[in-house]
């Protein structure tokens, strides 16, 4: 049979395709506003003058930069008032094998409430950035937001509760100042936490996180946000994963709060090209928006039921309208869809249009069909990522858009000759309702084991089972190209529309080209809900019983792949992302460029004339990761300094207190001990006792390793060892300089080319060797 209904085919493309454009459209940030914004309303081009001034350069904890943007906060809370201080501590934490210690700098500033007071509203955005990027986004969006809503918040009258400001130190290197914060007195005031980060510098402030047991927070955020984009999706997923933000040491405190982040644009991501120019003002007015409005409510609302008790289930089923309800509610839905379900399959059974055989069959399909699909483009991504000009995985693109349509007409255009396949051996009804049957045991596993998230699945097959019922009750299967069975059909997979082709596209803004397997998974399944209008699509475009529409779909991405991959070609609007590092012995008087990629670009490769390959013993007697390294030259600068305060022995033991300081002003320390005797029984930097854990390597006393992010002003600081009465102490001392020495650079860095992302980029370590 051949459907040959034109105006009805080109209606229905027109259709889908402006129903999936304006789903996503509808899930943008608000416009910004100016600066001549009323007082009481939060301008995004006011807060663009403190990201102006934050982002004018590289601000990583430990340097000049870092300093300078320390004291410009200070002296905007004092302009606003708000009794600036700042908190100075010392916090250590492990990982990675490692005693890490961070010393902090925390600035604090505080709103005091007009009436009787009680518990405080913290708001928290970190002011420290990578030490590779001007962190526009991540993090002076979020601290420029803040300061514009502490102006606003200034013309209230009757704030109820206090409202703290906290610009907190070295997230990017560990959480630091979040943890020290919960060491302050102001910590016990605080009823409530509200976090800004960015994983991106584009599109809608998500708030992506809220605390176990979010009732009472979801409700106020749905009550006062005007722009809420959230799901409990997210919060379920984040929570799964290993990611972590400012807001992590409050939730595992017991905090009740959220967290919110804007995520497109991750190939700025932690780049020199998170720049104020490529900050989104939308963006920025999205974060302070909510932000504001959510602070103001609970400025002026009793918080003393603020406490964490159940969770809710919240969407957005279109744009930033928010439904919320009970999780409670979830089984009765399910049990609504089950009777949906069951009555559509009896009634399809009885009217001959399905058979229960088929439709098993059809589930198994359609699992087959998945599964082809995603492996299909699973290989063709690593086959990009091969092609792409000096690409390295964690990125991210410049061209999203383009991938992304791409990577959706290439999986459209499977699906559609997978299904034209199938459909000669199935019959539609079958086939949909075997898709049917996958939704529904995916949604009887969410509720068992995702309650929360359930809703991404249960309403779109919802009404698409209620419209599929209709088409049944009423036998209008019996004429398929009718304007009323293809606009039921149409209604009833609105809301799938809606729901999950936003998804589908943040999903695409997350992984991008790292995993674009649950992009596809999505697509696929919605894909699956559209199974009948796409047939008649099909049917309609078909050339002589072949599957014309499948074929021109998959030519069309295979175009627009093409056009993303030459599109990312570097250029000093979207530069290629370097790696290369430098490192000196200066006992041994040898010194190495270091990078992780064994593929050089036009410009690192100046450093690797001849190159190899293995760990960077030469430094790190312990180390195993391989490198690609090439002899350097030794420069002549200042190496760190470890001296004696004090050597002592009582009770069996040695104390050993020495000072540690870096000549040169470096960000970073490196401290590794090795007791010649396995006899270290404690040691502590800057009275912060380190968690050490030994390093073995074969026939050597154990290493033990700590890293101090981000050195006092002094560049000074104290270690103290406690050992065996008789036992030596090797220490080797690394110092770390953002940068690479200027004058081993024969090529300067061209415009086209920026320092890769990271903490090990760019780098200038030198290591001193000391016995004592």
Not at 14 to 31: D, G, K
Not at 88 to 98: F, H, I, K, Q, R
Request: net charge neutral; charged share 15%; aromatic share 12%.
């Amino acid at each position: 049979m051949s459907y040959r209904n034109t105006s009805l085919a080109v209606f229905l493309l027109l259709a889908i395709t402006i129903l999936c454009w304006f789903s996503i459209y509808l899930a943008q940030p608000p416009e910004a506003l100016p600066a001549t914004a009323p007082a009481h309303e939060f301008s995004a081009e006011r807060a663009m003058r403190h990201v102006q001034q934050i982002a004018r350069e590289p601000h990583a904890m430990g340097t000049p930069a870092h300093a300078e943007v320390r004291a410009y906060l200070v002296r905007q809370l004092e302009l606003l008032g708000l009794e600036p201080q700042v908190q100075e501590a010392t916090v250590s934490s492990t990982g990675g094998g490692a005693a890490n210690v961070g010393y902090v700098y925390n600035v604090l500033g505080r709103l005091r409430a007009r009436g009787s007071g009680g518990k405080a509203v913290l708001l928290v955005a970190h002011y420290d950035s990578q030490p590779n990027t001007l962190g526009a986004a991540d993090n002076a969006g979020g601290v420029s937001t803040l300061l514009e809503t502490a102006r606003a918040l200034q013309q209230e009258e009757t704030l109820q509760n206090d409202l703290i400001f906290l610009f907190t130190d070295g997230e990017e290197y560990g959480l630091y100042g979040a943890y020290a914060f919960l060491e302050h007195p102001w910590a016990k005031e605080v009823g409530v936490v509200l976090n800004l980060d960015a994983r991106g510098n584009a599109g809608p402030s998500m708030t992506f996180e809220f605390n176990k047991g979010n009732r009472w927070v979801v409700e106020q955020f749905a009550e006062a946000a005007p722009y809420p984009f959230a799901s409990s999706l997210m919060y379920e997923v984040y929570r799964l994963m290993p990611n972590n933000t400012d807001f992590t040491p409050f939730r595992e405190a017991g905090y009740i709060g959220m967290n919110s982040a804007a995520v497109d644009g991750f190939v700025h991501y932690h780049k020199m090209t998170d720049s104020p120019a490529n900050l989104d003002r939308r963006t920025l007015q999205h974060h302070g928006s909510n932000l504001l409005t959510v602070a103001r409510h609970l400025a002026t609302t009793s918080l003393a039921a603020a406490s964490a008790t159940s969770d809710k289930v919240f969407f957005n089923p279109a744009g930033s309208w928010l439904i919320q309800y009970p999780i409670w509610l979830s089984y009765g839905l399910l049990a609504l869809l089950t009777v949906l379900f069951i009555a559509t399959w009896l009634i399809g059974a009885r009217r001959q249009v399905l058979s229960g055989r088929q439709v098993v069959a059809s589930f198994f399909m359609y699992l087959l069909l998945l599964g082809i699909t995603t492996g299909l483009v699973f290989l063709l991504n690593n086959l990009v990522n091969n092609l792409l000009p000096y690409s390295h995985e964690m990125n991210g693109v410049y061209s999203a858009d383009l991938f992304f349509i791409s990577y959706l007409l290439l999986t459209l255009g499977l699906f559609l000759l997978l299904s034209w396949l199938a459909l000669r051996w199935i019959k539609l009804f079958s086939l949909l309702m075997g898709i049917y049957l996958l939704f529904y045991v995916l949604v009887l596993v969410l509720c068992v084991y995702l309650v929360s998230a359930s809703y991404l699945l249960l309403f779109p097959l919802l009404f698409c089972l209620a419209g599929t019922l209709f088409i049944f009750l009423f036998r209008l299967y019996q004429s398929p190209t009718q304007w009323r069975t293809i606009l039921l059909l149409l209604l009833g997979v609105v809301p799938a529309i809606f729901m999950l082709m936003p998804i589908v596209r943040f999903l695409s803004v997350v992984f991008a080209l790292q995993f674009p397997v649950p992009m596809v998974v999505l697509l696929l399944l919605l894909a699956g809900l559209l199974l009948p209008l796409l047939h008649v699509l099909e049917r309609s475009y078909s050339l002589s019983q072949w599957p014309l529409l499948p074929l021109v779909v998959l030519v069309a991405g295979g175009i627009q792949l093409a056009i993303a991959i030459s599109s990312e070609a570097p250029s000093p609007e979207q530069p290629l992302h370097s790696s290369v590092s430098y490192y000196l012995n200066a006992d041994l008087g040898e010194a190495y460029w270091v990078s992780p990629f064994q593929k050089t670009d036009d410009w690192n490769q100046q450093f690797f004339p001849s190159p190899t390959t293995g760990a960077l013993t030469a430094l790190y007697p312990f180390a195993t990761r391989t490198y690609l390294l090439n002899a350097a030259k030794p420069v002549a600068v200042p190496v760190p300094v470890a001296g004696v305060l004090g050597d002592s022995v009582a009770g069996g033991k040695r104390f050993l207190r020495l000072k540690l300081a870096s000549p040169r002003g470096a960000a970073h320390l490196e401290v590794v001990l090795q007791p010649q005797q396995d006899s270290l029984y404690s040691a502590a930097l800057n009275e912060q006792v380190l968690a050490l854990k030994p390093i073995n390597v074969e026939e050597e006393p154990p290493y033990y390793l700590a890293r101090l992010h981000g050195l006092p002003v002094s560049k000074e600081v104290t270690l103290e060892v406690q050992l065996n009465q008789s036992a030596k102490l090797r220490l080797l001392l690394y110092d770390q300089h953002i940068g690479l020495p200027q004058q081993l650079i024969k090529t300067p860095m061209p415009a086209h080319v920026i320092p890769e992302q990271g903490r090990d980029s760019n780098l200038m370590v030198v290591r001193k060797e000391y016995l004592f």
